[in-house]
């Protein structure tokens, strides 16, 4: 009787203990034997994977059991356009997205012939924000300007970090100069996690959920600078630079809500329909 105590007790509020209880009363008497027991396991476990799926339809992902990354940026599915579904400045504190390089992007978007030079000062550009640049150069309003310059310049930071050596994040990342320290720390802090395998220690894991989540987080950047919508030859660009199959690419446009997703075409629409819980957690093992 003392374990299942322990065990209802674990939820913590009381109000989680009174729903616990009275789902096992009206299944069982819990003066009754081993089977009690099991049963009440089952409805813990039951319990505990109905309040994850609620937490992760909220975009609540925190866990004291076991390191738990983010899918999806912070959303909001009521929202009637989509460019107010996600709220990419939110993803890391507002000193860190102003240190964003804005003004390299637009630099770069008038004047294509400096790319060379900026990457001999240590630079990389994938071929997806350089085939943006057009479209940058073309915004007339200096505020959309700058903030969707923010976003080519998040994107290539994401993409940098996600093409480095898989088994030295830290280190690698640590001699990179072209990303601002802040976003450093965010880019590991938000996409490695603390694993023990084989008795080592690893604090900058890039495990497969991290991998999944920092390519959600790219297609909805990729999506904000490029108006919502990806045309063929986009797409084709994303995949080779991120080195993947276009195939492969598009089920992480369809993880982010694109109902409209081929190889010829990917476009985010209001309101967010996100996949089911369980088709996220199967791409999450691969």
Same mark, same amino acid.
């Given at each position: ?6 065990l209802?007790d674990?939820?913590?509020? +009381?109000? +989680?203990? +009174? ?6 009363s009206?299944?069982v ?6 089977t009690?027991l ?16 609620v937490?992760?339809? /909220?975009?609540?992902t ?5 390191p738990?990354?983010? +899918?999806?940026p912070p ?12 709220? $990419?400045?939110? %993803? ?7 240190? $964003? ?15 060379d ?16 640049l057009?479209?940058? &150069? ?17 994107? /290539?930071? %994401? %993409?940098n970090?996600?093409? %480095? ?9 640590? /001699? ?5 320290? *802040?976003? &450093? ?13 084989? *008795?080592a ?9 991290? /991998?999944?989540s ?16 990806? *045309? ?10 991120? &080195? ?11 993880e982010? *809500?694109?109902? &409209? ?26």
């Amino acid at each position: 009787m003392t374990k299942r105590k322990m065990l209802a007790d674990q939820f913590g509020s +009381r109000k +989680r203990q +009174r729903i616990i209880n009275s789902n096992i009363s009206n299944m069982v008497n819990l003066q009754g034997d081993d089977t009690s027991l099991s049963v009440l396991d089952h409805a813990i476990e039951g319990h505990q994977q109905e309040e994850a799926k609620v937490k992760e339809e /909220q975009g609540d992902t925190s866990s004291a059991e076991a390191p738990v990354v983010a +899918r999806l940026p912070p959303h909001d599915k009521t929202a009637t356009t989509p460019s107010t579904i996600y709220d $990419l400045a939110k %993803m890391v504190d507002k000193e860190t997205w102003a240190a $964003l390089d804005a003004k390299l992007f637009i630099s770069l978007a008038k004047k294509p012939s400096e790319v060379d030079k900026h990457k001999e000062a240590g630079h990389r550009f994938s071929g997806v924000v350089l085939a943006g640049l057009p479209t940058l &150069k073309s915004l007339k309003d200096k505020a959309d300007k700058k903030r969707v310059a923010r976003y080519w310049a998040c994107l /290539q930071h %994401m %993409m940098n970090f996600h093409l %480095m050596s898989r088994n030295k994040k830290a280190e690698t990342l640590a /001699q990179n100069t072209s990303i601002p320290e *802040g976003f &450093k720390e965010w880019l590991l802090a938000a996409f490695t996690v603390r694993e023990v395998k084989k *008795g080592a220690v690893k604090d900058d894991s890039y495990s497969t959920p991290c /991998q999944a989540s920092l390519l959600c987080h790219m297609c909805v950047v990729l999506l904000a600078a490029s108006g919502y919508h990806l *045309g063929k030859k986009q797409l084709d660009v994303f995949a080779r630079d991120l &080195k993947m199959t276009t195939t492969n690419l598009l089920s992480y446009f369809r993880e982010v *809500g694109c109902t &409209k997703a081929s190889t010829e075409r990917v476009e985010l629409t209001a309101p967010l329909q996100l996949p089911s819980l369980e088709k996220r957690k199967a791409r999450g093992k691969r």
